[in-house]
C-alpha cells in the first residue's frame, strides 16, 4: 500500500508547474527554447519563433575573435530587440583572454544572458579547440567559464554535449564543475562531438545529470526534438526544465505553439494551412527585409522560403522563381500565387523534415 501511494505521489509531484528561473529570468513552466544556430536564428528568425511562442532565444553564434577585432559580421550579429526578451547572445572561442573580452562587448549589447558554446561539432570550430573541442580540454573549459562568470554581470550559461566521444562521455561531472563556478543554466545536447548530427540523440545522461542531487540550476535538454510528442516525453522521461529545439524549427516556427498546446491540453494542433503558411512568409520576409535591408534580406530568406511549402505537389517551379527572384514585390506576387493554386490542398499531415547540417 505504501508502495502505491508514493508511486502515486511522484506522478502527482512531476505535474506540479515549476516556475524555471535562469539567475532571475522567470520563465514560466516547460520553457522552450529556440537553439542559437549559424545563418538561421538571425533577427528575423528569431521574430518568427518568438511569436509563436518560444520562450527564449539566441543569437547566431558569435566568434569572440571576431568581436575583439570588430570585425562587421561579428558585430550586427550583436543586435537585439526588447520584443524577443529574454533573449541571449552566444559566443564561441578556443582562448580564456579572448572570450572574457568578447563577453564583456557582448554585455553591453544588452542581452538578458551570456551564453558560452562548447558544443559546437563542426571541424574548422572544433578542432581549434573552440566549441565542442573544449571538452577535450576540461580544466580549461571550467577556467574559461569562471573567468567569463566572473568577468560579467549578467547570467551565463553554457551549451555542450555529452563528451567527445563514446570513450569520453563525462557530462556528469563537467555539469558539476561549471556549476561550481558560476553558471546559472546548463544545456545538453545528446550526441558526442565525434557523432556530430549522426544518429539518434541519447537522452539517458542529460535525464543522470538533472537527477544528480547536487545540481541546483536549470538543466535544458536538446537534440532531435521534432515533435509536441517527443517534447512532452522529454520533460516527463527525464525531468529536464526546459526543452531546447534546434533543427526542427527551420521552415517551422510554429512548432513552440505546436508544444506549448499539447503540454497544456494533450492535444495535437493541425498543421498550418497554405494560406496561413503565406502570411506567415510574408511577415517573415517583411521582416527580413526590415533589418537587413533589401539586398541581404531577400538572399537571406531564400533559404527560408521553399521550407514553408514543402510537400505540396508539382511545386518544383514555384520553388525556383522563390529562391531566384531578387525583387521583394515579385516574391510577394508568387507567394500570392502559392496561395491561389495550392490553398484548398490539405497540409494537415505535412510536417517540414528538420534542417539537415551538412558538417
Known amino acids: ?43 528575423s528568425f528569431r521574430f518568427m519563433c518568438k511569436r509563436y511562442g518560444a520562450d527564449v532565444v539566441y543569437t547566431e553564434f558569435i ?10 559580421k561579428s558585430l550586427a550579429k550583436l543586435k537585439i530587440y526588447d520584443y524577443e526578451r529574454p533573449v541571449g547572445i552566444q559566443l564561441y572561442g578556443h582562448e580564456i583572454e579572448p572570450m572574457v573580452e568578447a563577453a564583456r562587448v557582448a554585455e553591453a549589447a544588452g542581452p538578458d544572458l551570456i ?7 563542426v571541424r574548422k570550430i572544433a578542432t581549434r579547440g573552440a566549441g565542442s573541442g573544449m571538452m577535450r580540454d576540461v580544466p580549461k573549459m571550467v577556467e574559461m567559464t569562471r573567468r567569463i562568470v566572473e568577468a560579467v554581470s549578467l547570467p551565463v550559461t553554457v551549451k555542450t554535449r555529452l563528451g567527445w566521444d563514446e570513450d569520453s562521455k563525462n557530462i556528469v561531472e563537467i555539469a558539476e564543475r561549471l556549476q561550481n563556478v ?9 550526441r558526442t562531438r565525434a557523432q556530430l548530427y549522426r544518429g539518434e540523440a541519447d537522452w539517458t545522461l542529460i535525464g543522470e545529470v538533472k537527477r544528480n542531487p547536487r545540481m541546483h540550476i536549470p538543466i535544458i535538454g536538446n537534440g532531435d526534438i521534432a515533435s509536441a510528442q517527443g517534447a512532452a516525453q522529454a520533460f516527463e522521461r ?8 534546434g533543427r526542427a524549427t527551420y521552415g517551422r516556427p510554429w512548432i513552440f505553439r505546436e508544444i506549448r498546446h499539447y503540454l497544456d491540453t494533450g492535444e495535437l494542433l493541425p498543421q498550418p494551412t497554405v494560406r496561413e503558411r503565406v502570411e506567415l512568409a510574408k511577415l517573415h520576409l517583411a521582416k527580413s527585409l526590415e533589418f537587413k535591408g533589401e539586398k541581404v534580406g531577400v538572399l537571406e530568406m531564400r533559404r527560408h522560403l521553399s521550407c514553408y511549402f514543402k510537400g505540396l505537389p508539382d511545386f ?6 522563390l529562391v531566384t527572384a531578387n525583387d521583394p514585390a515579385e516574391i510577394v506576387d508568387t507567394l500570392e500565387y502559392v496561395a491561389q493554386r495550392w490553398g484548398n490542398f490539405d497540409t494537415t499531415e505535412i510536417v517540414p523534415a528538420p534542417l539537415s547540417h551538412e558538417v
Open 1 to 43: 500500500m505504501l508502495a502505491i501511494l508514493s508511486v502515486k505521489i511522484a506522478i502527482f509531484v512531476r505535474k506540479i508547474p515549476i516556475n524555471v528561473k535562469i539567475a532571475d529570468i522567470e520563465l514560466g513552466d516547460k520553457p522552450l527554447f529556440l537553439a542559437p544556430m549559424e545563418d538561421v536564428t538571425d533577427p
Open 63 to 72: 566568434s569572440s575573435d571576431g568581436l575583439i577585432r570588430d570585425a562587421a
Open 115 to 121: 551564453d558560452i558554446n562548447f558544443g559546437c561539432p
Open 182 to 190: 558560476g553558471i546559472a543554466a546548463l544545456t545538453i545536447h545528446g
Open 238 to 245: 527525464y525531468g529536464v526544465d526546459g526543452v531546447m529545439i
Open 316 to 321: 518544383k517551379p514555384t520553388r525556383l522563381k
